[in-house]
């Protein structure tokens, strides 16, 4: 069973950064794509960001477009949300997500992050 492991979550001021960072239990080259979803409160979970197994350059979703970056180091099986400017609408629980294929994929626990306005 594949273990992902986030860190980083907290309570931040809107206009401040935070940094989340997820570990795997194995081979992040293993996965098609890495990336980082997030759910708040009695909405859908929704995608941040993604970042293919065969380059560096992230996909991300329209609302933290310019704000957050994606990155992996794959030598240490992580991979990084860096988030800037936060907005309380970017308050949510965030997942690591690490897809093997199309309709299969593993997820972290989760990791809260909230923003006060």
């Known amino acids: 069973q594949v273990q992902l492991v986030e860190s980083g979550g907290g309570s931040v001021q809107a206009g401040g950064s935070l940094g989340l960072s997820c570990v795997t239990s194995?081979?992040?080259?293993?996965?098609?794509?890495m990336g980082w979803y997030r759910q708040a409160p009695g909405q859908e979970r929704e995608m941040v960001a993604t970042i293919p197994r065969n380059n560096d350059v992230g996909v991300y979703g329209d609302s933290v477009k310019g704000r957050f970056t994606i990155f992996r180091d794959n030598a240490r099986n992580m991979v990084y949300l860096q988030m800037n400017a936060l907005k309380s609408d970017d308050t949510a629980v965030y997942y690591c997500?690490?897809?093997?294929?199309?309709?299969?994929?593993?997820w972290g626990q989760g990791t809260q992050v909230t923003v006060s306005s």
């Open positions: 194995e081979s992040i080259v293993r996965f098609r794509t």
């Open positions: 997500n690490a897809e093997v294929h199309p309709g299969f994929s593993y």
